[in-house]
């Protein structure tokens, strides 16, 4: 498998990882200098920090020089925030469930589309139309989701336990693709398992080094907490690569993060 990290994705990985801790807006001539470390060329930078800007993620601001800057929305800072306790915490697991249930007229059939894909891209399982299911502990974010794409008319949130009829495991395993998940955490294990090994048999990176591999290590983990929500483990299969796949991350960010800030700093 070939490891694919678009521009557009590479920054915002950026800002969820070194850029909130700017001091005031992050400098164009940095996020050239620090996506550049990764890969990415001036002129992709630009147009994506144009994207991100239409899209509302990024506003443009100036640096204490006056220089042209870029700051996060506050609408990307609670997107990131959210993003936080998946990517970096762990998963809260309870017996409880969240329900979503939602009606969406015809003639607003694109908004159908939309709150389905944002209830899948938050890690919902599908019972059946119009309801979705998710561990409780997302109820927060799912609100702040919801909310700031203008949806909460169209759905009521529950909370609660699965009381039957089927086995709660056998309902899992019909409301996600368990099989798809588990496939996910292998691909990021082969391809970042290699790099720990390295890390801890080899001398140590430079902060360069760290940083560009934690970035890329970052940008490719940051989807996995999402498509796999934290179900509860005695749910899952008993060889369930996801543990293995968490470690993996957890260990190579301790192990680089803070050494990468140091290239991150001015």
Do not use: C
């Amino acid at each position: 498998m070939v490891e694919q990290h678009t521009p557009r994705s590479l920054i915002v990985t950026f800002y969820g990882a070194y850029g909130r801790a700017f001091e005031g807006p992050v400098p164009v001539a940095a996020l050239i200098r620090l996506l550049g470390a990764a890969g990415v060329d001036a002129p992709s930078v630009r147009s994506s920090v144009s994207r991100l800007k239409r899209r509302g993620f990024l506003l443009p601001e100036r640096a204490a020089d006056g220089s042209a800057a870029y700051g996060l929305s506050e609408e990307a800072r609670q997107l990131l925030d959210d993003g936080d306790s998946r990517i970096y915490g762990s998963p809260r697991l309870s017996d409880e469930w969240l329900v979503a249930v939602f009606s969406v007229p015809e003639q607003e059939r694109n908004k159908r589309h939309l709150l389905r894909s944002r209830l899948a891209r938050l890690g919902f399982g599908a019972v059946a139309p119009g309801v979705w299911i998710a561990p409780a502990r997302l109820s927060e974010e799912t609100a702040h989701t919801l909310e700031r794409l203008h949806l909460t008319p169209y759905v009521e949130l529950f909370r609660g336990a699965h009381l039957g009829f089927a086995p709660t495991a056998e309902a899992v395993a019909r409301w996600w693709d368990l099989a798809a998940l588990a496939k996910q955490h292998e691909e990021f294990l082969d391809l970042h398992e290699p790099v720990l090994r390295a890390l801890r048999s080899g001398p140590g990176p430079t902060p360069e080094e760290a940083y560009r591999g934690y970035l890329l290590a970052l940008d490719t983990w940051r989807r996995l907490p999402y498509a796999d929500p934290g179900l509860p483990r005695e749910l899952l299969p008993a060889d369930w690569p996801g543990d293995r796949a968490s470690a993996v991350f957890d260990e190579l960010h301790s192990r680089l993060r803070d050494l990468g800030a140091g290239f991150v700093e001015p």
